[in-house]
Nanobody
């Protein structure tokens, strides 16, 4: 599967953005999907994940209650709705797919939150 994230940009603190990750390949609906982020000078960290069916989600404590991950298997797309953004959410955001012990990563999209 090939992944392409989009939707990043510059937003003021308290604002919202929705990231999208479009996937190619017929087996997208079989993949668990996740969002990760990497801030300048920091390690990449987990943000959110969703099961292949969308029935199970998981979030990092730092984004719980503010971010929502969802997917549309008919559109081969996974989303990350980000609300109440904080300057510490500034990072490059990556989507990833997981299946049978393999992981696939797309190029990131930059999110910058100004104070």
């Amino acid at each position: 599967v090939q992944l392409q994230a989009s939707g990043g940009g510059l937003v003021q603190a308290g604002g919202s953005l929705r990231l999208s990750c479009a996937a190619s390949g017929r087996t997208f609906s079989s993949y668990g999907m996740g969002w990760f982020r990497q801030a300048p000078g920091k390690e990449r960290e987990f943000v959110a994940a969703i099961s292949w069916s969308g029935g199970s989600t998981n979030y990092a404590d730092s984004v719980k209650g503010r971010f929502t991950i969802s997917r549309d298997n008919a559109k081969n797309t996974v989303y990350l709705q980000m609300n109440s953004l904080k300057p510490e959410d500034t990072a490059v955001y990556y989507c990833a797919g997981f299946l049978d012990g393999e992981d696939y990563w797309g190029k990131g999209t930059l999110v910058t939150v100004s104070s």
